[in-house]
């Protein structure tokens, strides 16, 4: 027969581990739940595409514009901000109607607008930068869905951010040693970027493989750069709150602070595959053809 003190003392210790990490992580609950309810709806939207993928997309850039701007202006009042959504709203319209020019144009009328409304100042600089890098993240994510093979690109984008972010928390946690940029980061090490890198790479890698892809060198050369352009943008959010003194970008979501502290590697993943893309010989409404990252 099963000895119950033992069992006893084995429940008590896997209890008290339980309790141990949450005193240590009091919200681990509110973002694990966060997670659950958000994850799934996030993903299905994105394996739909089309009009569900664009309203995700539509809504996620405005929001992240609206972050941006409250990190910026805090509790002071700038009412021409309000004409950022204008012009978000505009490159959405323009996107569909397939005309680059005017999406062109609407970034740099609303950055002018914005920048030269505060006079020119610091804070109408970063008002005006949070604005294009919010018209940038919906052109990005957009046109990597919708390109050639976009179903499979942008999943393999997710699994190399969010692997990313995994394997650095897991390897930094397990091997430590010299912080990575201690100014912006204290809790970033060297070690959990590299491993980051390393394991997001393969992870991107054997996705390609299995969907069919002949492409794994390049899979897996593209997914080193990603995984560091990801932590890269990572590192410009922290650098951002820490410099106008800000724990999160907001408290939209229970436990993970705002849209923006979760997003901030994809957006600069995606903006860097989209330039990239297009600098391949991709087009602006299909950057994927430049990628090749699926070609058979």
Not at 123 to 151: K, N
Not at 173 to 183: E, I, M, N, Q, V
Request: include cysteine; charged fraction near 10%.
């Amino acid at each position: 027969m099963p000895d119950k003190n033992n069992q006893n003392n084995s429940e008590g210790a896997s209890g008290g581990i339980i309790r141990r990490v949450l005193n240590a992580n009091p919200d681990l609950l509110v973002r694990a739940l966060s997670a659950v309810i958000l994850a799934p709806v996030a993903l299905a939207l994105t394996w739909a595409g089309g009009f569900w993928f664009a309203g995700l997309v539509l809504v996620g850039m405005l929001i992240v514009y609206w972050e941006w701007y409250k990190i910026i202006l805090q509790n002071t009042q700038r009412p021409v901000v309000l004409l950022g959504y204008l012009f978000l709203l505009f490159i959405g319209f323009a996107y569909f109607q397939a005309q680059p020019f005017w999406i062109a144009g609407a970034l740099i009328a609303g950055a002018v607008v914005l920048y030269s409304a505060g006079g020119f100042d610091r804070i109408s600089r970063w008002v005006s930068e949070g604005f294009v890098y919010a018209g940038l993240t919906f052109v990005s994510l957009l046109a990597l869905r919708e390109g050639d093979e976009g179903l499979f690109f942008i999943i393999y984008l997710f699994l190399v951010v969010w692997g990313t972010d995994i394997a650095a928390y897991v390897c930094g946690r397990s091997f430590g040693g010299p912080k990575l940029w201690p100014a912006v980061s204290p809790n970033k090490t060297w070690s959990g970027a590299l491993g980051g890198v390393f394991f997001s790479s393969l992870l991107g890698m054997g996705f390609v493989a299995a969907v069919g892809g002949s492409q794994l060198i390049w899979a897996f050369g593209l997914a080193v750069v990603l995984s560091a352009v990801s932590q890269l943008g990572d590192l410009f959010e922290s650098s951002m709150k820490r410099r106008f003194k800000v724990k999160d970008s907001s408290r939209l979501i229970p436990g993970h602070g705002g849209l923006l502290d979760r997003v901030d590697g994809l957006v600069a993943a995606a903006v860097f595959s989209y330039v990239i893309g297009v600098v391949l010989g991709g087009q602006l409404f299909n950057p994927n053809a430049g990628l090749m990252l699926f070609a058979s």
